[in-house]
């Protein structure tokens, strides 16, 4: 049963605590409206997740649902579905169960403890979310592996929807670099600097690369607030950019990095980096960490380079290679 044969037909709501430009948001609504006889939205405005739920669950409960026959709970489910349930249960329900709260917080964030109370909260909302659900999305294969074992889903059906980035900003284009940098080999890295990308990785290549002044980095992200950065005249930070000004940066690069480059959370090696679909989008070179999940869509050729998890030796030897082609 997949996402395109439950809605072929049907009217449906769907309900996200994101925003509704996000791209997993926009991917889904393409499908829906391709293929549903008609498509509601109901969305919070807020950039948190607990604020936009806070409007979308009141909508929901004084609200009539009988016109629809499917609804559709996209990013950040846990934060709606439980609440919801008795108002939904007799409905068609799929779920995007894009990120798993219980491993977000406890592995990869590590913002609870294993056994806390907060983390049993958080496993009952990924529960309590998947319990009633027809279809769950998620975004890999591995993942989906990790989801069943982990939630015990063997009754569920699970669709892979691998992510795709937004083909209006970001496809090939030629942009000339800047005069300082049209003779130096340009590396792109742009991220949240999260722990699960391994941005560590990339700060301790760039300290190993620092006598090689024909490469030089651009890095995109807020790095400041969770490191310090290495000083050198081949590196650029820049905090934040809009997406249109991302990807004329990206078109510039001759090589980007895409992760993901931790080795010690699971799930880096779950889930390929958003940033990669950009890049491929793009037709980019790029540095994939070498994962389970990277390797669903990549193999290695010239376009895609695979290094080793966890060494910012590695990644230095990477990049150098790449330089040298």
Not at 254 to 267: P, S
């Amino acid at each position: 049963m997949e996402l395109e044969n439950i809605v072929d037909g049907k009217r449906v709501l769907f309900i996200t605590t994101h925003r509704i430009d996000y791209i997993r948001n926009t991917q889904e609504l393409l499908i829906l409206n391709k293929h549903a006889k008609s498509v509601d939205i109901l969305y919070g405005n807020h950039n948190n997740h607990i604020l936009s739920a806070f409007k979308v669950i009141p909508c929901v409960w004084f609200s009539s649902l009988d016109k629809y026959d499917v609804i559709m709970v996209s990013y950040m489910c846990q934060m709606v579905i439980p609440f919801i349930t008795s108002k939904i249960k007799n409905k068609t329900l799929i779920v995007d169960f894009f990120i798993s709260l219980y491993d977000a917080m406890v592995f990869d964030r590590q913002k609870f403890k294993k056994n806390s109370v907060f983390a049993k909260l958080a496993y009952w909302l990924d529960c309590k979310s998947l319990k009633y659900a027809d279809l769950v999305i998620a975004d890999t294969k591995t993942h989906a592996k990790y989801f069943k074992s982990e939630f015990k889903l063997d009754d569920k059906d699970i669709q892979v929807l691998y992510l795709d980035a937004d083909k209006k900003v970001y496809h090939p284009m030629h942009v000339e670099k800047e005069e300082k940098l049209k003779k130096k080999y340009l590396v792109l890295y742009f991220g949240t600097v999260i722990p699960l990308q391994g941005f560590d990785i990339v700060m301790d290549a760039i300290k190993k690369l620092v006598e090689n002044t024909n490469i030089y980095f651009i890095i995109i992200g807020p790095v400041a607030t969770l490191y310090d950065k290495v000083e050198t005249p081949n590196v650029t930070y820049i905090d934040w950019l809009s997406q249109n000004e991302l990807a004329k940066y990206i078109a510039m690069a001759d090589l980007c990095l895409a992760g993901h480059f931790n080795n010690h959370i699971e799930k880096a090696n779950r889930t390929i980096p958003g940033k990669a679909y950009i890049y491929e989008a793009m037709d980019k070179k790029m540095i994939l960490g070498d994962s389970e999940a990277n390797h669903e869509l990549f193999k290695e050729d010239n376009k895609h380079r695979f290094v080793m998890r966890g060494s910012g030796e590695e990644l230095a030897k990477k990049i150098l290679e790449c330089s040298q082609e």
